[in-house]
């Protein structure tokens, strides 16, 4: 688990993944847990995503990570919602129901209390590309709208890092 330790600009993240999935090519669709389409709403935001956003998944509730992103039940039922393979297969979800080339994904506790046997501030980010879908692990501190902000932020920059390394769309 890692935890950032430098400011965050939201707007300017959010700037940067538009204009490179644009430049690129490339599509994108989140699926959203504890930001509950803040990541989203981030990009909507930006003047041109509506060349490179296709849509977004607020799946708070395991239901909806299970019936409409396709993360496995069982998969839920045992290593609960705030996992790294939860994020993974919420981030192939909305990358599939969505029809994106990346999915990006955001499962977490903002708190105030833990949840599931994980503490506050555990927050996961799944990202899906074509060459297959990893997750990234953190601990934030803070109240639950900056452990949210932090989670967003952690996934505009996961975002980035997948569309820098993306192929081109043909």
């Known amino acids: 688990m890692t935890t950032p ?7 300017h993240l959010a700037e940067e993944a538009v204009a490179g999935a644009i430049g690129r090519g490339l599509t994108v669709a989140t699926a959203e847990s504890l930001t509950a389409g803040m990541v ?5 935001d930006t003047p041109g995503a509506s060349g490179m956003l ?5 799946s708070y509730q395991n239901s909806v990570k299970a019936d409409v992103l396709g993360v496995p039940r069982a998969l839920l039922d045992t290593v609960g919602a705030v996992d790294g393979q939860v994020a ?3 981030a192939e979800g909305a990358r599939r129901v969505c029809g994106a080339d990346v999915g990006v994904s955001t499962t977490g506790v903002a708190g105030p209390e833990p949840h599931g046997g994980k503490d506050v501030g555990s927050v996961y980010i799944g990202v899906a590309t074509a060459d297959g879908s990893t997750s990234f692990g953190y601990s934030f501190d ?7 902000g932090q989670a967003c932020a952690a996934a505009l920059e996961r975002l ?6 993306a192929s081109y769309r043909a």
């Open 160 to 165: 980035l890092e997948a569309l820098a390394s």
């Open 54 to 58: 296709q849509g977004g998944v607020v």
């Open 40 to 44: 989203a709403a981030m990009l909507a």
């Open 142 to 148: 803070g109240n639950r709208p900056e452990i949210r």
């Open 88 to 90: 993974e297969a919420m």
């Open 5 to 11: 330790h430098r400011p965050i600009n939201l707007h």
